[in-house]
């Protein structure tokens, strides 16, 4: 069993920076996608960014240029830093964890952490 715990949203104005932090407890293995997905209020949950064991990074056209999804291995840790923030980024965002387990293929999602964009 994994569990992700998300942190570091805040409230921040147009231009801000905020790093969020989806730190695991258990381990996550050795094959793995780890994403980052906000979800607005009134609006779906969509997916932001992702990293996979191979260190192969994706991004939402949104984005790209302004965030950064990376991680530490020794605090088994994804971090998500976001640069140039707009009031459109504004939502709860959500740490996903897909692994590929020899036992299996299993899936979890943190509790969220909210972000707003305001001046």
């Known amino acids: 069993q994994v569990q992700l715990v998300e942190s570091g949203g805040g409230l921040v104005q147009p231009g801000g920076s905020l790093r969020l932090s989806c730190s695991a407890s258990?381990?996550?293995?050795?094959?793995?996608?780890i994403a980052w997905y906000h979800q607005a209020p009134g609006n779906v949950r969509r997916w932001v960014a992702s990293?996979?064991?191979?260190?192969?990074?994706n991004y939402t056209d949104s984005v790209k240029g302004r965030f950064t999804i990376s991680r530490d291995n020794a605090k088994n840790t994804v971090y998500l830093q976001m640069n140039g923030l707009k009031p459109e980024d504004t939502a709860d965002y959500y740490c996903?964890?897909?692994?590929?387990?020899?036992?299996?293929?299993?899936?979890?999602w943190g509790q969220g952490t909210q972000v707003t964009v305001s001046s």
């Open positions: 996903y964890a897909k692994l590929f387990l020899w036992n299996g293929i299993f899936q979890y």
């Open positions: 258990g381990s996550v293995g050795s094959s793995y996608v």
């Open positions: 990293l996979t064991n191979g260190a192969r990074t």
